[in-house]
Each structure stands twice: as C-alpha cells, then as structure tokens.
C-alpha cells in the first residue's frame, strides 16, 4: 500500500523555466510533509517542509504548496537551474507518529537542461 | 558540521555471507533508521530505532536485523545476503520532535553476487 504516491518517475525543464513536482498521498493523518534532494552516490538532503495547518511555504526559489482537500502537494522550483537536476522525494509524517518516522514517495527525477 | 556517517560507500559481499553495515551519527539524535533504495520504488523502511536497544520493523525488515548498543552507533546485519538485496542503503537519523526532518548518511551500495 503506496501511501505517498509520486506518480511522474521524471521531468525534464529548461533552465531558467518552473519545475513542478507532484506528490499525492492517502492517509489523512499525515500531518507534516518534507521535500527532499537527492544527488547520485550522496544522501538525500532535506529540502523544505509545511506543517498541514498551512497550504504554502517558501523558501528562496522552492516553495511547496498543499492541498489537503485533494491530499495532494507540489514543489515549485523557480527559475530552475542546471544545479537542480537530482532525484526528489516527498515524505510525509503521521500526527500519532512519536518516533518521527516518514513515509517517502518513489522519487521524481528532475533534469534541467541548460 | 553534524554528521551522519556510513562506514562504506561500496561493497560486494557473496550470497550467503553475514553482512554487517554500520552507521554513526555525532548529534545525540535518539531515531536511527534504515532504509533502502531501489529505482522505482523509493526509499523504504527496513528498521528503525528510538532508543538505546530499542527497535522496531519497518515496511520491509525481513532477511534483516539491527543492532543499537550505544545511542550513537545503528547497525543493519543481512544475516544471510541474496541478491535481492543488491541496493542502495541509507542510515538517517532525527529528533523525537516530529517536525524535525532526517539527517541522511551517504549511503552504502551493496552489490550481492
């Protein structure tokens, strides 16, 4: 059972343009969703979050945008640059959760191209 | 700068061998989990921990098994490697807190032949 559902495996943007990023999930007790980057033979980084009591937050050219209604977020990224191009995941977390564990997505490949 | 390291970045072990993949983390950070990576199918969870000795199953914890003796220290053991578990396999560690987010590791690839 795919909770956190990221149903586009890649996306490709020219530089300078927006890349959106999609992410759905089911559980409606999910609380708090997290983006995170991953770059080949490194450790995912986070990225950016949104607590569910919000529909948006930004951060410099990311922002992350909910949608609790259609149990759906995106992550914006404008403009994109070449430096973007990794492997993102969305995580979401369950408000019973004490031991802050996160369910992630199967992860969008962004490619920007120059 | 905090860290959390893993003590291979590539390894090749043979079907059979007891495997022992180890992770240390330098912020005092009670969850350690495990988690694996594999194309199409994100990152899952194999085991986690909240506390000294203390563990609990992920989403996938069969032909694994973790140890955490000291708060620092979350080792994952393939007690009997397959080739199935040829993947990328990440530590991470947090808080409690839950709107804190996870430091990862870099991971380690495990190729089994």
């Known amino acids: 059972d795919q909770q956190v559902k990221q149903n586009s495996p890649s996306l490709s943007v020219q530089e300078g343009r927006i890349s959106i990023l999609n992410c759905d999930y089911t559980?409606?007790?999910?609380?708090?969703f997290l983006w995170y980057k991953k770059y080949p033979a490194e450790g995912p980084t986070f990225l950016i979050s949104i607590s569910s009591i919000k529909d948006k937050n930004e951060d410099g050219r990311f922002t992350v945008f909910l949608n609790k209604s259609a149990k759906h977020l995106s992550l914006h990224i404008v403009p994109s640059q070449p430096g973007d191009s990794a492997v993102y995941f969305c995580a979401a977390r369950r408000y019973s959760s004490n031991t802050g564990k996160l369910i992630f997505g199967q992860g969008t490949t962004l490619q920007v191209k120059p | 700068d905090v860290k959390v390291t893993q003590s291979s970045r590539y390894l090749v072990k043979r079907t059979g061998e007891k495997v022992f993949l180890e992770c240390v983390q330098d912020m005092d950070h009670e969850n350690m989990f495990w988690y694996r990576q594999d194309p199409g199918l994100g990152l899952r969870l194999i085991y986690f921990s909240y506390d000294v000795k203390m563990k609990e199953k992920g989403d996938i914890p069969e032909g694994y098994s973790v140890s955490r003796e000291k708060k620092e220290r979350f080792s994952l053991i393939l007690e009997s490697a397959s080739t199935n578990q040829t993947s990328m396999y990440l530590c991470?560690?947090?808080?409690?807190?839950?709107?804190?987010?996870?430091?990862f590791g870099s991971g380690t690839r495990l190729t089994v032949v």
């Open positions: 991470a560690s947090s808080l409690p807190d839950r709107n804190y987010g996870y430091t």
């Open positions: 559980n409606s007790m999910f609380d708090y």
